[in-house]
């Protein structure tokens, strides 16, 4: 990525984050001067002058960019590293802000209590992870989880796994020994094992077909099975629950195969 590609990239991310189109620019401008005069700014930012000054006046009540009263004006921005953490802040702190408003408004329907078997598709590997955490967090008496892509082993993932509770049991199948090795030394008290199910093998997947990303259930009740677009790499998942014994055993049995009779705690 060249400089201005870069660039770019950091006033588009900033604007994302809630800064107008000038103060991006604005805010870009100064990263790259020691310090710098409105005229300088303008003409490097192509941001007309009188506009630098809003910008500025804006980027300064968000504690990005320190003002010296000199004249003419100097104008810095703050370390990288602090301006990042107050952005960081300020984004963490939109999100509990949503969080709290949308937790408090009224639901229009309530269920009646019936247990509904229901099958909900999801994309993104962001939410898909997030989902995953969310069920690995709610367990209460299993979880099988079949590990279909080196690259879904990330950090939350591991943490998730590794903060599930001792009345849980937890088996973990990977498609490799390289993989299960893996698996097994960032989550020690699981029981892991290679699957059985070949079709989910790596090398048997051409760069054209669709790979299974994860395969989890969670408590015999709730399924969600990922796969990963050819291509893109992005992932997709079906998520479901609510579902009979009878499902529920074919799909434990199928995401299960290859682990040892005496060491599934539950066969």
């Given at each position: 990525?060249?400089?201005?590609?870069?660039?770019?990239?950091?006033?588009?991310?900033?604007?994302?984050?809630?800064?107008?189109?000038?103060?991006?620019?604005c805010f870009?401008?100064?990263?790259?001067?020691?310090?710098g005069t409105?005229?300088?700014?303008?003409?490097?930012?192509?941001?007309?002058?009188?506009?630098?000054?809003?910008?500025?006046?804006?980027?300064?009540?968000?504690?990005?960019?320190?003002?010296?009263?000199?004249?003419?004006?100097?104008?810095?921005?703050?370390?990288?590293?602090?301006?990042?953490?107050?952005?960081?802040?300020?984004?963490?702190?939109?999100?509990?802000?949503?969080?709290?408003?949308?937790?408090?408004?009224?639901?229009?329907?309530?269920?009646?209590?019936?247990?509904?078997?229901?099958?909900?598709?999801?994309?993104?590997?962001?939410?898909?992870?997030?989902?995953?955490?969310?069920?690995?967090?709610?367990?209460?008496?299993?979880?099988?989880?079949?590990?279909?892509?080196?690259?879904?082993?990330?950090?939350?993932?591991?943490?998730?796994?590794?903060?599930?509770?001792?009345?849980?049991?937890?088996?973990?199948?990977?498609?490799?020994?390289?993989?299960q090795n893996?698996?097994?030394?960032?989550?020690?008290?699981?029981?892991?094992?290679?699957?059985?199910?070949?079709?989910?093998?790596?090398?048997?997947?051409?760069?054209?077909?669709?790979?299974?990303?994860?395969?989890?259930?969670?408590?015999?009740?709730?399924?969600?099975?990922?796969?990963?677009?050819?291509?893109?790499?992005?992932?997709?998942?079906?998520?479901?629950?609510?579902?009979?014994?009878?499902?529920?055993?074919?799909?434990?049995?199928?995401?299960?195969?290859?682990?040892?009779?005496?060491?599934?705690?539950?066969?």
């Amino acid at each position: 990525m060249n400089t201005t590609d870069s660039l770019e990239e950091a006033i588009e991310v900033l604007q994302q984050l809630g800064l107008k189109a000038y103060e991006a620019r604005c805010f870009v401008g100064l990263s790259r001067l020691h310090t710098g005069t409105a005229k300088q700014l303008s003409e490097m930012t192509e941001v007309p002058r009188t506009r630098v000054y809003d910008a500025i006046r804006v980027l300064e009540a968000q504690g990005l960019v320190e003002i010296q009263h000199s004249s003419p004006q100097q104008f810095r921005a703050v370390p990288l590293d602090e301006a990042t953490a107050t952005l960081r802040d300020q984004y963490e702190d939109r999100v509990e802000r949503l969080h709290d408003a949308l937790d408090t408004v009224e639901i229009v329907e309530e269920d009646d209590g019936t247990p509904v078997q229901e099958i909900w598709a999801m994309s993104g590997r962001d939410a898909i992870e997030n989902r995953t955490d969310q069920l690995i967090e709610d367990a209460s008496e299993e979880i099988v989880l079949v590990v279909g892509d080196e690259s879904l082993l990330t950090e939350d993932l591991v943490v998730s796994l590794n903060d599930v509770g001792n009345g849980v049991d937890l088996l973990i199948g990977a498609l490799t020994k390289s993989l299960q090795n893996q698996i097994q030394t960032a989550v020690p008290d699981a029981t892991t094992f290679i699957s059985g199910l070949e079709w989910l093998q790596g090398e048997n997947v051409t760069e054209d077909e669709t790979a299974i990303g994860r395969l989890l259930l969670v408590d015999r009740s709730t399924i969600l099975v990922s796969s990963i677009m050819p291509g893109s790499r992005e992932e997709q998942a079906i998520f479901g629950e609510g579902f009979g014994n009878g499902l529920v055993v074919i799909a434990r049995r199928l995401m299960a195969q290859g682990l040892l009779t005496a060491r599934d705690p539950k066969q």
